[in-house]
């Protein structure tokens, strides 16, 4: 499976950006397609995350800002980005991952930068 992420760049604070993700494999093949995030000198966290096709988990630093969504017919996932801060300021790393009896492999993206500054 093979994800290109797209959309990244700079942002002033209040703004928006979407990102986007084409997706090599179908939907129904996967178990979890989202977005995680990495700022400098932290870990790599979730942002938003599908599951089953069905609940989408988000961070609490973000719910009632960001908003995860697919489009099945482009294969591709989206990330809209509202109200950006400078704490959202981070590479963004598309994933997903597949499921199969004793085993799961998890794809990532390249990663994309956002930058929120003023």
């Known amino acids: 499976v093979q994800l290109q992420a797209s959309g990244g760049g700079l942002a002033q604070p209040g703004e928006s950006l979407r990102l986007s993700c084409e997706v090599s494999a179908s939907f129904h093949s996967l178990n979890e397609m989202g977005w995680y995030r990495q700022a400098p000198g932290k870990q790599r966290e979730l942002v938003a995350v599908e599951i089953s096709g069905r609940n989408t988990n988000y961070a609490d630093s973000v719910k009632g800002r960001f908003t995860f969504s697919k489009d099945n017919a482009k294969n591709r996932v989206y990330l809209q980005m509202n109200s950006l801060r400078p704490e959202d300021t981070a590479v963004y790393y598309c994933?997903?991952?597949?499921?199969?009896?004793?085993?799961?492999?998890?794809?990532w993206g390249q990663g994309t930068l956002v930058t929120v500054s003023s």
């Open positions: 994933y997903a991952d597949q499921l199969y009896p004793g085993s799961r492999f998890d794809y």
